[in-house]
């Protein structure tokens, strides 16, 4: 299965973000990576794109509390 891993910049650096297309600070990377562990692909990232993918990538990733069970 494939992996997406966050890392966070030491030291930020003023470039395009590659999800907003803004010049601001990127602070983290996003590594994904093949089932094997190797490189496909990274994006840098503002604080803000990087906030908001992982939220959405942790989406999937929720308790389900109740199961509701219809009759057809």
């Not at 190797?38 to 908001?52: F, K, M, P, Q, Y």
């Amino acid at each position: 299965m494939p992996q997406i891993q966050f890392m966070a910049f030491l030291d930020p650096r003023k470039k395009k973000c590659c999800c907003c297309d803004r010049t601001m600070m990127l602070t983290r990377k996003i590594n994904f990576l093949d089932e094997e562990g190797r490189l496909v692909g990274d994006l840098e990232l503002c604080s803000g794109c990087a906030d908001t993918l992982a939220e959405v990538l942790n989406v999937g990733k929720e308790v389900v509390e109740k199961e509701w069970v219809f009759e057809q």
